[in-house]
């Protein structure tokens, strides 16, 4: 079954994190892990609540979070169950939350190369300098 993630926002002009004379980096960083969800199949829903108050009254959860104060935004539904209340989660917790796996990639060890490429095999080499230009 496909994971629906909902993100209710505090009221703000927009939720890229560029609007303004300066940039929120946490919510461009935030913006960014949302489409990178959605590109694993994730379908996300957000709601900002200057632009879409109704989507906060008419679910249930989020209306009675929200009788203990603004502060409980943002919100991070799955399902119609409270995630994630009062910050932005990192990319790693919205794919725990999603169920996505996230895969580690195969890294060459560091020894064996240098900033420039592989070390090259001189006398030098068997010292430990790097392989750098």
Not at 65 to 85: K, M, Q, S, T
Not at 93 to 117: E, Q, R, Y
């Amino acid at each position: 079954m496909p994971t629906t993630l909902r993100v209710f926002d505090p009221a703000m002009c927009c939720s890229s994190g560029v609007c303004g004379p300066t940039l929120d980096a946490d919510l461009a960083r935030f913006a960014a892990d949302l489409d990178w969800l959605q590109k694993q199949g994730v379908t996300v829903e957000r709601y900002n609540l200057s632009q879409q108050p109704g989507a906060f009254a008419e679910t249930a959860v989020v209306k009675d979070a929200l009788a203990r104060g603004l502060e409980v935004l943002p919100l991070v539904l799955v399902g119609d169950r409270i995630a994630v209340e009062g910050s932005y989660p990192s990319r790693e917790t919205l794919a725990a939350l999603a169920g996505v796996v996230v895969k580690k990639l195969d890294v060459a060890p560091a020894a064996s190369t240098g900033c420039c490429g592989p070390k090259k095999a001189t006398a030098e080499s068997s010292s430990n300098k790097s392989g750098c230009c």
